[in-house]
């Protein structure tokens, strides 16, 4: 339950490489669709697909038309209501500025599986979601993850999800369910 409006930008760069360097990925076709699922079932306003490459950017466009106005979205309607949700662009900054649409400046949140600098607790940001404010854009890193450059400049940096031991590898797609269902899903 929210009373801001809440995006999330899937980034495929900047991002880091195994050794820390900056890099820029592939889009997975199965992140653009299990992404766009949860964002829908969590009423999220928009999905950017983050892509400096206008290849890439073409090839997400044609994934979502498959399913918005071609044969998918005939065979199964539900799933156009998720891909429907794509907006695809070649920067987070870009994200930022189509979300703010001439309005309030987004809010940057980020996601990461260890720490840099200080972070925040879901349940604080929880309730900060439930109380009207600007919109926030959480952010999803491909590859090994968002640049700490990248976090250091966010407004906020999300706790990392631990699970039951220290072996934290998830899928983005994994953590991505989970943020959202901690910020934003009905239980209580
Ligand atoms: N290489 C694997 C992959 O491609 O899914 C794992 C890395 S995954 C792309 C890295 C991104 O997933 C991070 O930028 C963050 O958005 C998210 N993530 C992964 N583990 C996380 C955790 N424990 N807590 C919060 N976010 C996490």
């Known amino acids: ?51 400096p490459v206008a290849a890439q950017r073409e090839l997400v466009d044609r994934l979502r038309s498959h399913w918005t106005d071609g044969g998918g979205a005939r065979r199964i309607p539900d799933r156009k209501d998720a891909l429907s949700l794509v907006r695809i662009v070649s920067s987070y900054e870009a994200a930022l500025a189509e979300l703010a649409g001439g309005g309030q400046a987004p809010e940057v949140w980020t996601t990461a599986a260890r720490a840099h600098g200080t972070v925040e607790a879901y349940g604080a940001l929880r309730e900060r979601l439930a109380a009207p404010g600007r919109p926030v854009l959480l952010l999803f890193g ?33 953590a991505c369910a989970i943020t959202l269902d901690r910020l934003l899903g009905a239980w209580s």
């Open 1 to 51: 339950v929210t009373a801001r409006r809440v995006a999330l930008a899937l980034v495929h760069y900047p991002v880091l490489d195994r050794e820390g360097g900056i890099i820029t990925t592939a889009v997975t076709n199965l992140d653009v669709h299990d992404i766009s699922r949860s964002a829908r079932a969590y009423a999220l306003e928009a999905v950017f697909i983050v892509h």
């Open 142 to 174: 491909t590859g090994w993850g968002l640049p700490p450059e990248l976090q250091a400049g966010a407004d906020v940096r999300i706790a990392p999800i631990v699970g039951a031991d220290p072996w934290n590898h998830l899928s983005v797609r994994a």
